[in-house]
């Protein structure tokens, strides 16, 4: 009936259109915008404003006015997503871009600009990655990467192989540039066996003198 109040709406009118095949109200919101809303988003909540209250701040909510996470200062709250985490606007001072982030993508240092300092972070972990994590010329972070989702055995360096009819498996392992290879076997489980084996040869040496290096540097 008009008068009625469900949250911030109040039901002036039936709409003479129905709302997704629906009967729909005409409502105002107690900010003084009006909106069309369903019987049942009415009845059951899911509709309580014309939209204003995602763009309110709770009154005990995180105020992150002000701050610095990196190169991004908050500059406003900027209502919610649609997961309904709280968004903020903040300014890149790297290059004066204005765009909304996520509360918990500020806090656990996610972003740190809006976007545009991603090529020197790039180039910053190519260098340590060639220099400070690289032993005797081996990359030694590529030594420990996980396996590709594309694999047909699900083991990094195991493959199937197909021949004349007959499955079988085959390992490998790259050093510097050079492909080792194990024996054929008819097993996956053997394969496995024999990637370890290549790993405990060629790789754990790397691995060992990384984390001598690591130490030292402790």
Not at 22 to 47: D, F, M, N, V, W
Request: aromatic share 6%; net charge positive.
């Amino acid at each position: 009936m008009p008068g009625q109040r469900f949250g911030e709406l109040e039901v002036i009118e039936i709409s003479p259109e129905k709302l997704w095949n629906e009967a729909a109200y005409i409502c105002r919101c107690s900010c003084g915008e009006t909106t069309t809303a369903t019987k049942s988003q009415l009845l059951t909540g899911r509709k309580k404003s014309c939209g204003c209250l995602r763009k309110r701040t709770p009154a005990n909510a995180l105020d992150l006015t002000g701050q610095r996470f990196g190169g991004l200062e908050v500059i406003e709250r900027a209502g919610t997503n649609e997961r309904g985490q709280a968004l903020w606007m903040c300014k890149c001072h790297r290059c004066g871009t204005i765009r909304p982030f996520a509360t918990t993508i500020l806090r656990r240092g996610e972003a740190v600009s809006c976007g545009c300092s991603r090529p020197d972070q790039v180039r910053a972990a190519r260098h340590v990655l060639m220099t400070d994590r690289t032993v005797d010329g081996v990359q030694v972070p590529l030594l420990t990467k996980k396996v590709r989702s594309d694999s047909g055995t699900g083991v990094k360096g195991v493959y199937r192989r197909l021949r004349n009819g007959v499955e079988y498996y085959e390992a490998h392992i790259t050093v510097k540039g050079k492909r080792i290879w194990g024996p054929m076997r008819h097993t996956l489980a053997k394969a496995i066996a024999d990637r370890k084996a290549l790993e405990e040869q060629y790789h754990k040496p790397y691995l060992e003198k990384a984390k001598r290096k690591d130490d030292q540097d402790v």
